[in-house]
């Protein structure tokens, strides 16, 4: 019970804090200000967030063209750290040169659920219409991934049906992220 409780936990605090890690990479790589003072409502919820991670590693991580690989690398070391007390808390031997295979399963796990939750709240706010800067920043992020949907699916009856496909489309994203993980730790 207590192990179920601090995997928990660690769950939320890995997954809100490489979210916002992740979060930050995609906003820097659209190109979109993370400053107060751009409109951007979430700039400085990511910089709070992700500074104190992001800022140290830049120091020895350099960007990569339009990637901000320490904000990548920062997401992957907490889900990191994650698994690792989770493996000490178990109890595991011999395992550990698994972890680091399985924090990598884990980045990615945690890049499908972030930009489902994202899509959610694209369709959510697409139901009403704000004039936010919120719903800017959505619409910002959710059109590169629904753009190319949309050039095959036209609307149906005026409705757009691009981000229900697109949810389809990350649900089989998890869904073949698993097997493959399945599989991989089955050969090992």
Known sequence: ?????????????AGVLGGACLL??????QRIPLSARSGNPLGPFIFAMTDWLVLPLRRV????????LS????????????????????????????VPLLALFGLLR?????????????????WFQTHSALTDVIERLCAPL???????????????LSPLLLLVL???????LGHLQGAVFQGL
């Open 1 to 13: 019970m207590l192990y179920q409780i601090i995997s928990l936990l660690l769950d939320v605090a």
């Open 24 to 29: 930050r990479l995609y906003l820097q790589y």
């Open 61 to 68: 991580v350099p960007a990569w063209g339009r990637w901000d």
């Open 71 to 98: 904000s990548l690398i920062g997401a992957y070391l907490l889900v990191l750290v994650q698994y690792i007390v989770l493996w000490l808390l178990s109890g595991a031997s011999g395992a550990l040169p698994v």
């Open 110 to 126: 945690l890049l499908v659920s972030g930009l489902t939750g994202l899509v959610i709240v694209y369709a959510v706010l697409s």
């Open 146 to 160: 629904l753009r190319p949907i949309r050039r095959l699916v036209p609307l149906i009856g005026g409705i757009d």
């Open 170 to 176: 990350l649900q089989i994203a998890s869904i073949l």
